[in-house]
């Protein structure tokens, strides 16, 4: 991996590039008048990140992209804005001034949702164990004009940190979030959206692990979800309740409110 800028950057791109490049440990190169290509062919690298005005974008040599974008999340506040469901906010509860660790931030569609719904009361932590997943998206919720405030508002407040969630978890109090939710990526990837394929190449695919669940558990004061297609046996293996199906997956729930 290497980062770059795009061709002639400003003074803004090149610093940004240089504080990435620090960030992710790899090494800083100028573009010049180099194809993407020509980069990969002569330094024998074969991923890279390329600082540009409007955004900070992944491509590899086998032709994969990935930038930030808000995706469905626009859809899913104009929904709710008009009183319409929503399978995360339906299935949790999730509602103004909580408190929601989101432990898997991928591309941050339902952070922003999620921090649409806590309001400017509550907060949202978003976690992702993956450096260049984590630097792409913290600096498009930083930056991105959805040209919708809310929206734009939402994107703001999410706090990222770039962190494997169990070790986060371990050192967070009891009942410290008032939900932990976990989207892993699913291990078929059939049907999955063209903003998860995008995610694929660059994310983190191991399992959830029961420790983990065990983990969020603790650190949850009203319930830990997770989404997943419904014949996975995930919901089966670490002790959900299947509450919401929507059409090629579902939310599952650990309510502890009131058990301890
Ligand atoms: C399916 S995506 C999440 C999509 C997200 N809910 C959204 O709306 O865009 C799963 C993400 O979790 C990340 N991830 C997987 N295991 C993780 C771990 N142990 N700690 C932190 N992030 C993890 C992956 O790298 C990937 O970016």
Wanted: aromatic residues 8%; proline residues 3%.
């Amino acid at each position: 991996m290497f980062v770059t800028t795009s061709f002639q950057p400003r003074q803004q791109e090149r610093e940004e590039a240089e504080r990435l490049a620090q960030q992710l440990g790899v090494p800083l190169i100028p573009r010049e008048r180099n194809s993407l290509a020509e980069l990969f062919a002569r330094l024998g690298k074969s991923r890279a990140i390329i600082v540009r005005k409007q955004d900070w974008r992944y491509e590899d040599k086998q032709g994969n992209v990935f930038f930030f974008h808000p995706n469905m999340s626009i859809l899913r506040i104009k929904h709710l804005l008009q009183g319409k469901s929503d399978s995360l906010i339906d299935s949790s509860g999730i509602t103004v001034g909580d408190e929601v660790l989101d432990c898997t931030l991928g591309m941050g569609a339902d952070a922003i949702v999620s921090s649409f719904t806590v309001g400017e009361t509550g907060r949202v932590v978003g976690l992702e164990s993956e450096p260049a997943i984590a630097a792409i998206v913290k600096q498009g919720l930083a930056t991105y004009d959805s040209k919708r405030l809310a929206v734009n508002a939402a994107m703001r407040r999410i706090e990222v940190i770039q962190t494997d969630y169990l070790r986060y978890l371990q050192q967070c109090p009891d009942r410290s979030f008032d939900y932990v939710y976990f989207d892993p990526m699913f291990r078929q990837t059939i049907k999955e959206s063209s903003a998860m394929q995008s995610l694929r190449p660059l994310a983190n695919l191991a399992p959830v692990t029961q420790e983990a669940i065990d983990e969020a558990v603790r650190v949850a004061r009203k319930a830990v979800l997770l989404k997943e297609r419904v014949k996975s046996g995930e919901f089966e293996r670490l002790g959900f309740t299947v509450e919401k199906k929507a059409s090629n997956f579902a939310w599952g729930v650990i309510r502890v409110e009131g058990e301890r």
